[in-house]
């Protein structure tokens, strides 16, 4: 919808006679977390925004208060966080009658603008600016579905859940016509939600589901990213199924992949990345570009790897890079080259999984870029072949796990360079709790290997 100031989206409200209108931001795991709001509310603080408990910066994806205080917490006592409604992101919701949603987001300069992640992406989005570069993105997600509920899974204890469909069978005309009820409604829906799917098919693996979204300018591409999760989950419950986003939900089966694709532009509006004359049609600015986004990778791995089973996917063999490589069009790397014209010569950001928050691993995909071309960071020489079989220095090693990954980040004098010292205190001390929580669960592979011999 093509709503760009609060008069037209108060037309559009009376015209249709909407009661309700939904309001929705993103904590920092990348969950929606909203509500709804009268007219006359909604009308009231469209200028001067409204209040969300910031708790929503101080708990994690299970409603745990972290155990230390940060941006938020006991010691302040939860207030208010001011939200301001970012007209522009007016959407149909096509699955509840005659109702808009809306996206929040804290840009007020209060101390919660330097946590919320669509903030942090503006600016990212800023930094490029002052280069002259405005950025394009995409993302791509893999998603299992379960012939199961909430309930239902719980009651099995996540074991031996029913899959959408059996079987290894991607690039399947077979199982997308067969469930071609549902793949329509998706499609449908993510077209009248404004983030319209290029591509869709299934990939390997039993009721596994690759959805790549259209591209468009990068704050709009995570808000889609964003939307796209959780509706996709929606539409799913609607029709008794379960879709997940994990990294990795069985160690049978390949990670799902939450690829994410970036091009640049200048101000004369041509392509910053592509040069005809060039290696590749590699220009500097995008050689320079994939050096800051390699060097930096190890650095920025936990907000681009973000929960503990992240870590279950980043193994050799598996489609998922395993060290901060390069190639041109290799699909085993961290960073795919892709090499096309004015029109699409982009890089695929290939480390991200689907679990990711989208504003904070493009914030990390396209900041570490620009600080990239800002220093004209040069890559080491792309990978040919398969890059799981290659060895770089230690360098461009990964943590391997996510407490290791957040401590990395915290250490990091230039991701607070680019990001801040607040978010950057703020998101390690939440990555850190996220593994601590993790140990202290006792698994079935600790049961099965210790309860009798042990």
Not at 194 to 217: F, K, Q, S
Not at 254 to 268: C, F, K, N, R
Request: glycine fraction near 8%.
């Amino acid at each position: 919808m093509n709503i760009k100031t609060a008069q037209e989206a108060i037309d559009l409200i009376e015209k249709r006679g909407i009661k309700q209108i939904k309001l929705a931001t993103t904590d920092i795991d990348g969950i929606l977390r909203g509500k709804y709001i009268n007219k006359e509310k909604f009308i009231s603080v469209l200028e001067s925004g409204l209040g969300f408990c910031d708790v929503i910066f101080g708990w994690d994806s299970k409603d745990e208060l972290y155990a230390k205080d940060s941006i938020t917490g006991w010691s302040d006592a939860y207030p208010d966080a001011l939200g301001e409604i970012d007209i522009s992101t007016c959407r149909e919701l096509p699955m509840e009658n005659n109702s808009l949603l809306f996206l929040v987001d804290f840009e007020n300069g209060g101390k919660h603008s330097d946590v919320c992640p669509r903030t942090l992406l503006k600016k990212v989005i800023n930094q490029g600016k002052e280069i002259g570069l405005s950025f394009k993105g995409a993302a791509e997600f893999e998603f299992f579905l379960f012939k199961e509920t909430p309930k239902s899974v719980r009651e099995k204890g996540y074991k031996n859940m029913e899959t959408f469909t059996p079987g290894m069978f991607g690039y399947s005309v077979l199982r997308n016509s067969v469930h071609a009820d549902f793949y329509h409604d998706l499609l449908e829906v993510c077209e009248k939600m404004d983030m319209p799917i290029e591509g869709l098919h299934t990939e390997t693996g039993p009721g596994v589901i690759e959805a790549a979204l259209y591209y468009d300018e990068l704050l709009n591409a995570a808000d889609k990213a964003v939307l796209f999760k959780t509706f996709t989950k929606v539409l799913a419950q609607q029709n008794s199924l379960m879709a997940t986003f994990m990294a990795k939900w069985s160690n049978k089966y390949p990670g799902q992949s939450g690829h994410l694709h970036v091009s640049a532009t200048s101000q004369d509006g041509k392509s910053a990345f592509y040069d005809k004359d060039a290696r590749d049609t590699i220009s500097d600015e995008m050689r320079w570009f994939i050096g800051g986004q390699q060097k930096l990778m190890p650095e920025l791995l936990a907000m681009i790897a973000p929960t503990c089973n992240s870590y279950t996917r980043l193994i050799p063999g598996f489609w998922a890079p395993t060290q901060a490589t390069w190639g041109v069009d290799n699909r085993t790397c961290a960073l795919r080259a892709i090499n096309g014209n004015g029109k699409s010569q982009r890089v695929e950001y290939r480390v991200t999984a689907a679990d990711i928050n989208p504003y904070i691993a493009l914030s990390a995909a396209v900041g570490s870029g620009i600080w990239g071309i800002k220093n004209r960071i040069e890559p080491t020489e792309p990978i040919v072949g398969n890059a799981y079989e290659k060895e770089l220095s230690s360098e461009f090693s990964f943590p391997r796990t996510l407490g290791e990954a957040a401590r990395k980040l915290r250490d990091s004098k230039i991701a607070r360079e680019i990001f801040g010292d607040v978010f950057i205190d703020h998101y390690s001390m939440t990555r850190e709790w996220e593994e601590s929580e993790q140990l202290k669960a006792i698994t079935d592979w600790q049961l099965e290997r210790y309860f009798e011999i042990i």
